[in-house]
């Protein structure tokens, strides 16, 4: 082990172990699984490290197959260095965090239900940086201009040895996540109906992200992208739902309107969206969604009706709160 932490420091990494584990290394073979949180904050000197990233904010933690080329390999050198239950600073010098910036892009994208791929082409990372001008985060375009060391504050939670674990969709072959999709599609189903909908959501994130992975590989509006987006509007629908009981309504919006432009006749996009427009007081908009849902399906006259009932009881009753304030306001 000493040995490795000295190779680190000639690599220009310096470690820093917080909390100590028990137990031989891991042996870290090409397909273990890592599972970790991390904190990432600009070297700034003693007691001026600025926070960049935390996983602990995420739904779930970091993961890491070691092998598969993950596009920050100064992760996997320092991960290999850890046992299970240890957590460890790493002072990295600008080499080894050049590409830094687009990979935290993907990390914060992902966590924000994006697609992780979010304005990336077929193209080195190194091209990405210098063809973009703005990664969308200020503190990213920063230090993208201005490459410096980072500190990587890890805690690992778990190794997991190759062939011990479900492999996740991203290190799939493209055949493997077609046949995975449907599997995961009813592990969402069945979560959802336990309640679980933070889970639920997090597996039609992974089977709609399978779905995007091969539909960039296809030409936009052919026969074999369009076949692929329709698998991936059942899902999206399914994870807007999940998102309406978690109440991140403008994520719904979002997502909705994304698949209307495509499909104008998706009356649970409408409906969805019109649920959502309610909730943040859209009052206008929910009841032109809620009258679009009728126009395409008058079978659902009744439910529609309840929605619009529950818009209008909350909108007296938020007028007369209203009401009440500014009066208490004017006496005063």
């Known amino acids: 082990m000493a040995d490795r932490v000295a190779q680190l420091q000639a690599d220009g990494i310096v470690k820093r172990v917080i909390q100590k584990a028990q137990g031989p290394l891991p042996e870290f073979r090409d397909g273990t699984k890592a599972t970790f949180h991390y904190r990432t904050l600009l070297s700034q000197g003693e007691g001026q490290d600025r926070l960049l990233d935390d996983s602990r904010t995420h739904d779930k933690p970091m993961e890491l197959i070691i092998g598969k080329k993950f596009k920050l390999p100064v992760w996997e050198t320092v991960l290999c260095t850890m046992r299970e239950g240890e957590q460890a600073e790493f002072l990295c010098d600008t080499k080894h965090v050049l590409l830094y910036p687009m990979v935290s892009k993907s990390l914060r994208n992902i966590a924000a239900g994006k697609d992780p791929l979010e304005g990336q082409r077929h193209c080195c990372g190194i091209a990405q940086m210098h063809e973009h001008h703005s990664l969308g985060y200020p503190d990213l375009d920063a230090l993208q201009q201005t490459p410096q060391p980072l500190i990587f504050d890890i805690e690992m939670i778990k190794v997991e040895a190759p062939g011990s674990y479900r492999q996740d969709p991203w290190a ?51 026969p074999d992208w369009i076949e692929l987006d329709q698998k991936i509007t059942p899902l999206l629908l399914n994870y807007c739902q999940c998102k309406l009981r978690s109440q991140e309504y403008y994520e719904v919006l979002d997502h909705c309107s994304s698949i209307l432009n495509k499909y104008e006749d998706n009356v649970k996009a409408y409906f969805k969206r019109g649920k959502a427009h309610a909730a943040v007081w859209n009052a206008a908009e929910a009841q032109a969604d809620f009258a679009k849902v009728l126009a395409l399906d008058p079978t659902l006259e009744p439910v529609v009706a309840k929605e619009l009932h529950s818009l209008e009881t909350r909108l007296r009753q938020k007028d007369s709160e209203d009401k009440v304030r500014f009066r208490g306001i004017f006496s005063q």
């Open 172 to 222: 799939m072959t493209d055949e493997e996540k077609l046949q995975a999709v449907p599997l995961i599609h009813e592990e969402g189903n069945e979560l959802y109906r336990q309640g679980k909908v933070h889970e639920a959501a997090a597996k039609y994130y992974d089977a709609i992200a399978c779905l995007k992975n091969l539909q960039m590989k296809e030409q936009p509006g052919s």
